[in-house]
């Protein structure tokens, strides 16, 4: 079962020297938990009815890809906007692509590539009827 730690509701979690020993052994103690539980293949609800904003200066760091990560794996639908593609593709299970406006591609991350991306987010190629009923 998940210990959770109540007493760190509404911290910050930018400096190790905000926690006491304790604090920062009962958070390594729970990330175990969390790595064990998903190892296993136990994909839950933990995040159930709660709403998290993930905002990133820099793109393509390990910890945002965790957490876009660890946010799916626990039955989120995550948003991400980046230009990055080969970041998208790492990250994404699905891809839909805007072009002035209008959805214009919907891409499986495992089967298309930079290339075709780049071409659908410049309005060069654009979803078939057919393919957008599917």
């Known amino acids: 079962m998940i210990t959770w730690m109540p007493e760190l509701k509404g911290r910050s979690l930018m400096r190790m020297t905000s926690f006491t020993d304790e604090e920062m052994m009962n958070l390594i103690d729970l990330a175990a938990q969390l790595k064990a539980r998903r190892r296993a293949g136990v994909r839950g609800d933990l995040l159930h009815r709660k709403n998290i904003a993930l905002i990133f200066e820099k793109s393509s760091t390990r910890t945002r890809n965790s957490s876009v990560i660890a946010a799916r794996d626990e039955g989120k639908a995550v948003l991400l906007v980046s230009l990055e593609m080969d970041e998208v593709l790492d990250v994404s299970d699905r891809i839909l692509v805007m072009y002035e406006g209008e959805i214009v591609g919907e891409l499986d991350p495992k089967k298309t590539t930079v290339e075709e991306l780049g071409l659908y ?4 190629k654009r ?7 599917v």
């Open 121 to 124: 987010m410049a309005g060069a």
């Open 127 to 133: 979803m078939t009827r057919e393919e957008a009923a």
